[in-house]
């Protein structure tokens, strides 16, 4: 119980959010929480600071956490979801009990068990054991606009599961999990690509409504390409979202990724990562800028994640790289 008092104390110094109880009292943090409708009011899932949040690194259209509690026959009341909820143990087991129409039912789950909840509502629920997991909340604007056209204009929305595996889910969340703990040093364009990867395969493969038709070719127009590749080139020093992207190219952000792999090769992640390093590499050619000075010209604000990035794609570290065209 120590360790994770001390990791909570340390999740509250990190995000500069305190503890909030459950049980009656309203969400007071002023940073979005994954949360409970209990009510008509907002409270967080759990009484405990996250240990890792998405909101410091403001990804869009959804928020990830990472809690660790040990929970001895906490009950958490009947309730709503603000958005579809999606969470997975990483470690340890839980023991659950949750009401149905045809009862009480009762599960344990261990490393790698999901549970999925809609926004129709879910009874009370009974936890105990060790909360070591992930949560990830879809917020259903977002969801709406990466399903736009898709769905007939139907709410999509998914029906509660209490424990399940999907083995793309859990590798899914454990890239958010480690992406949160290496403090997404890319920006929030990787973390919201895996983010809305998530949200259609729940669109696609969990949702309560009929599926419309899924193309799976095509690419992006020429000239809303070209305007795609020049944002990329006026913004490499500044953290680019994949909204930003999709915006300027008039699509939704799920199927402005899909189509551009298919038109350059390689994902948005990828190719913004390419287009800075190729960048860097002219900047480092000239002696009067520091190797600092460059990593921020190009959108690392970590000059040690710059030299780590710079030396997977090159083969070279900046400074070896300088030294070989002096």
Wanted: net charge positive; with cysteine; charged share 25%.
């Amino acid at each position: 119980m120590a360790d994770i008092h001390e990791a909570q104390a340390l999740a509250a110094h990190r995000t500069g959010v305190e503890p909030v109880g459950i049980k009656g009292n309203v969400c007071r943090t002023a940073r979005r929480r994954v949360g409970l409708l209990v009510e008509g009011r907002q409270a967080p899932i759990i009484p405990h600071t996250p240990l890792l949040s998405s909101a410091s690194h403001e990804w869009e259209g959804f928020v990830v956490e990472r809690h660790l509690a040990e929970l001895n026959h906490d009950e958490i009341p009947k309730h709503r979801h603000s958005g579809i909820a999606l969470s997975m143990q990483l470690n340890g087991s839980l023991r659950l009990q949750w009401k149905s129409g045809s009862g009480w039912q009762s599960a344990t789950t261990g490393e790698g068990s999901i549970l999925l909840h809609g926004g129709s509502g879910c009874n009370e629920s009974i936890w105990d054991g060790t909360y070591d997991r992930i949560l990830l909340e879809v917020i259903p604007t977002h969801l709406a606009k990466l399903t736009e056209g898709r769905f007939r204009g139907a709410v999509v929305d998914v029906a509660d599961r209490w424990s399940f595996k999907d083995a793309r889910l859990e590798h899914l969340l454990k890239v958010l999990d480690v992406e949160l703990q290496q403090g997404a040093p890319t920006g929030p364009l990787f973390g919201e690509q895996v983010g809305d990867a998530i949200a259609m395969l729940l669109a696609r493969h969990y949702a309560t409504v009929k599926v419309g038709l899924w193309g799976t070719g095509g690419s992006i127009p020429p000239p809303r390409l070209k305007q795609v590749l020049d944002y990329i080139e006026a913004h490499l020093d500044q953290q680019t979202h994949l909204s930003d992207l999709a915006q300027t190219a008039s699509m939704s952000p799920f199927y402005f990724a899909r189509l551009f792999k298919n038109s350059m090769g390689v994902s948005p992640h990828k190719y913004v990562t390419m287009r800075r390093i190729e960048r860097s590499k002219k900047l480092l050619r000239r002696s009067d800028i520091t190797i600092f000075e460059i990593a921020v010209r190009v959108g690392y604000l970590d000059p040690k994640h710059f030299r780590v990035v710079f030396h997977r794609e090159v083969g070279v570290s900046p400074s070896e790289f300088r030294a070989s065209k002096s």
